[in-house]
């Protein structure tokens, strides 16, 4: 019985593992293959042809749309840390009136569908002149990831103890100069974490970069294997596509590898009290 | 004053565009020609066009079969997946919490689907369940659950469960570590005492594990159902243009973008949103939720 049953729990977490793991297995397992050999349902490697990575990277457009997504993620990462470290500390720290209203109202953006504002921003950012620019990407997705960041560095600042910055204060030291000498060290943890989420939500975006970009040197990565076609419904390069998927996934499934705590409580921040 | 940066960007990404889309669901805006768009009244929503002998019709968004045929598909996608979403969520979450070699490991490992981009998902999933070469088909043909192959994402009668497989796939992870992190938080002496007291695992779960876990569990719930309304890379990637699947998002890109009805596509947008506020509205509502004592602490 007492077997049987660990058995049984055993099997189901075969089950769960398999369940999440297979399907990126199997976009490796076609990228390896070309030609006809894609066409052959098979479970286990039989050949490893590389020609799919190759191919991805040749005419060089590609290589360049990886480089669009790590400079609109980097940068959309940088500034929205920027915006909220100040904007945190006042929320956490500076006792004023409304406070609460303000959170609530962070969080109301944060609950936007993104379609709701699509149109609005469409002409915002027609009017400003960053159609098919990437730094459109930069500002659209602010939408996102301050509400989120703002969120969590405040809920983490509001744990640290008063003391540690009364000393400073005593001392004369101007906001500014608390936030950068007393805050930042301590928060590190906090800032790695909301960064890491911020980077691969920007990284994953996919309506506003299809619909601020307008050709294919200034798409980022997502909207260009969504729009990878053939030249019919039955010529769809699926090797392409699934090495093109794989190159991008990769290095996100890195970060979660090595970040994962700092992802789970990012995650989960905000969500459960404690 | 340290504020006002992040108040003014988020205005200036959030709030005027909102506003803009309102005011344009309102005017005869189209893709070229914004900036001359003039106020017209209700008519992207709904207007009587007389035909002059006691006869006409209703035309407008509200008069529109096509777009409440996509808000019941969203809402039905909603509905499905979310549900799906918390029970698998909540079964990994169990599984997680208990005490086994390889734990962490597992835990990682469980992230991976969450950590792929939704294109990619949606792309991996669309070759797995191709019609022909699809892997899935061939696994269940091997299995002996099907005789003949079926076209998923293409036939109508399965295209939504298609999409709602890639989303409940890619989006549990998630579900499961917020459930994890409430089961976590329970102590361990209550366990303890129930077993102490010889209570039969199924009584201590619904009594004292689910009740405990609720609150964390809702709040799941509700994100998901936040993101499920407005699903659209999904939809756009796997089932592109067919009616079983399109969602409201989808619909007002359509509008938008495809079709250059920019003002009737912004009147969807709008509606969109009322419709989504309302249902969150209504959701933390009947569920009690304390939103605000997550606020003030």
Redesign the interface.
Known sequence: MRIAKIAGFYALVAIILAQALFPFYYAVLTSLESGQAIFDVNYLPKVIDLSNYRAAFEDGVFGRQILNSVFVSTVVVIVSLGFAVTASYALARVPFRGRGKILLLILSVSMFPQIAVLSGLFALIRAMGLFNSLWSLVFSYMIFTLPFTVWVLTTFMRKLPKEIEEAAIMDGAAPLTIIRRVFLPLLWPALVTTGLLAFIHAWNEFLFALTFMSTDTQRTVPVAIALISGASEFEIPWGSIMAASVIVTLPLIALVLVFQRKIISGLTAGAVKG | ???A???I??G??????????IW?GFTDASLNN?DAARFVGLRNYIEWLDYGNDQGEWLGLLADDRWWRAVRNTVWFAVVSVSFETLFGL??AL?LN?K?PGRAV????????????????????G??L?D????IN?MLIKLGLIATPIAWTASADTAMAAVMMVDI?KTT??MA??IL??LQ?IPDDIYEAARLDGINPVRVFRKVTLPLVM??LL??VV?RG?DA??V??IV??LTPNTDATRT??VY??EN??DYDK?AY??AA??L??LI?ALI?IGFIYLTRMDLEG????
Do not use: C
């Open positions: 004053m340290f504020l940066p992040m108040l960007v988020l200036a990404v959030a709030l005027f565009p909102l506003g803009q889309t344009f914004i079964i990994i599984v208990a086994f597992v835990r990682t490992l469980v992230l991976v689907p969450w950590a792929i981009p939704t294109v990619v998902s949606a792309k991996m999933w070759w797995m191709h022909q070469f699809g892997i061939d796939w992870p998630f570590l917020l992190a409430g938080m609150p964390a709040v799941g994100f936040l309304l407005r659209f890379d756009y990637v409201m998002s007002a890109r938008l973008f920019f596509g912004s947008s709008t969109l949103f989504v969150t997550k606020e003030t602490d």
